[in-house]
């Protein structure tokens, strides 16, 4: 069996189970661990998403944990930097290793402006938010996108790109810093968006094909959701014990799901990974509004967001003017 494709991921996978084995041990914590057995459900289909798709686990864990779970958001979004800190990275070494194409320049300067976004958004942004419309925002946003990408595939003549051009010009330089920087707020906010905001750019404004810009934002976010781990856990530090309990519940479960989708993907065409992101995203919003039975102001917030967004989408899709 040819093990060169794992030579990442497997050395990860295995320092990562025992290290939390050996504290689970020693700390005498089995039972507090076991009982956030919903958050390692939640991560079957979350982490299989991550790898998947553009769309973080956090984007999955977010809703569930907030809407059906009822947990606060500020918990939710540091479990989405905690677990994706581990199923983003397992999946974007197994991309690594596998040598799936990723565009390395939508790597880098993304992630330079996400860390900017990141900062920002953290101290200056999430404090004023209030939880029921930080929830609306997080699946009118996405929606938003949603509509955009599947406006964008309706043109049969849409023009596909393999990467970016070969030499970047300052203007593309300070696209790619400006779209990390809003992820980075969003990310800020969710624990996840630098991935989805990265890959709007990428599809719509520069025309690279989903099945380089998935993942590519996987890689992307494996390094912003590092970052915000560090960020809440070790110079904010309010990571709850709830979180890390929950943390060490579906850790196993993401290390195994999330590079399973970065394979799976990897193997299907780009229309069928748009159309897998799109369905998500309906789901999200619909799932959304049956739990939370927001107020008619919350509807018209929703409402506007989805619209500005979508204009805003439309706007920034050059490949559907470039096939007309």
């Known amino acids: 069996m040819n093990m060169r494709p794992l030579r990442y991921y497997l050395p990860f996978?295995?320092?990562?189970?025992?290290?939390?084995?050996?504290?689970?041990?020693?700390?005498?914590?089995?039972?507090?661990?076991?009982?956030?057995w919903p958050?390692?459900?939640?991560?079957?289909?979350?982490?299989?998403?991550?790898?998947?798709?553009?769309?973080?686990?956090?984007?999955?864990?977010?809703?569930?944990?907030?809407?059906i779970l009822k947990i606060a958001p500020i918990d939710a979004r540091s479990f989405s930097f905690a677990i994706q800190s581990i199923g983003m990275v397992s999946a974007s070494l197994l991309i690594l290793g596998r040598g799936i194409p990723i565009e390395t320049r939508a790597v880098l300067w993304p992630a330079l402006g996400g860390v900017a976004g990141l900062l920002f958004?953290?101290?200056?942004?999430?404090?004023?938010?209030?939880?029921?419309?930080?929830?609306?925002?997080?699946v009118s946003l996405w929606m938003a996108f949603g509509i955009g990408l599947f406006l964008a595939n309706r043109n049969k003549a849409?023009?596909?790109?393999?990467?970016?051009?070969d030499v970047l010009s300052r203007n593309d330089i300070l696209t790619l810093l400006g779209a990390g920087m809003v992820g980075g707020v969003v990310t800020a906010i969710f624990g996840n968006g630098v991935d989805l905001v990265t890959f709007c750019v990428l599809t719509l404004w520069y025309g690279i094909d989903e099945k380089?810009?998935?993942?590519?934002?996987?890689?992307?976010?494996?390094?912003?959701?590092?970052?915000?781990?560090?960020?809440?856990?070790?110079?904010?530090?309010d990571v709850s014990e709830n979180v890390y309990h929950a943390w060490l519940a579906a850790a196993p479960v993401v290390l195994i799901f999330a590079p399973l989708g970065a394979f799976v993907i990897s193997k299907w065409n780009r229309m069928a990974i748009a159309n897998?992101?799109?369905?998500?995203i309906?789901?999200?919003?619909?799932?959304?509004?049956?739990?939370?039975?927001?107020?008619?102001?919350h509807l018209v917030?929703?409402?506007?967001?989805?619209?500005?967004?979508?204009?805003?989408m439309r706007l920034l899709d050059r490949t559907q003017k470039a096939g007309q």
């Open 158 to 165: 849409r023009i596909v790109r393999p990467g970016l051009d």
């Open 13 to 36: 996978a295995i320092c990562v189970v025992s290290s939390f084995v050996a504290y689970i041990t020693s700390a005498g914590i089995l039972d507090k661990v076991l009982a956030w």
């Open 282 to 297: 309906v789901l999200q919003l619909i799932g959304a509004l049956w739990v939370l039975k927001p107020t008619l102001e």
């Open 276 to 280: 897998l992101l799109v369905t998500i």
């Open 301 to 312: 917030l929703s409402a506007v967001v989805v619209v500005i967004g979508s204009l805003a």
């Open 39 to 67: 958050a390692a459900v939640t991560m079957v289909f979350g982490s299989f998403i991550a790898g998947a798709s553009a769309e973080g686990g956090g984007a999955i864990a977010f809703p569930v944990f907030t809407l």
């Open 212 to 237: 380089v810009a998935t993942p590519t934002s996987v890689v992307l976010m494996s390094i912003l959701t590092v970052c915000g781990f560090a960020l809440h856990a070790l110079v904010v530090r």
């Open 121 to 138: 958004g953290t101290w200056f942004v999430v404090p004023f938010l209030e939880p029921i419309q930080t929830k609306l925002f997080f």
